[in-house]
């Protein structure tokens, strides 16, 4: 099963059988979709755009966070 890279949650929206493999696999098509659940997402947008407008510094940002938001600002 599938899992988020932040909390570890499973993720839900991805269908993991043996009939479905490689390109037909089914993905959720959103932000971070398939890596991060939308909990983790929502939270890596927020400090993603919080640091944009400089409410926040990225030092002041987790570890595991991080990378995410890097991968959002230069989105």
Excluded: D, W
């Amino acid at each position: 099963m599938p899992h988020c890279g932040i909390c570890g949650a499973p993720l839900n929206g991805i269908s993991v059988t043996s009939k479905l493999r490689g390109a037909s696999r089914k993905r959720v098509e959103r932000l971070f979709g398939g890596v991060l659940c939308a909990k983790c997402t929502a939270e890596v947008v927020t400090l993603a755009s919080r640091i944009e407008n400089g409410e926040m510094k990225l030092n002041e940002v987790n570890s595991k966070e991080r990378n995410y938001v890097l991968q959002m600002i230069a989105h």
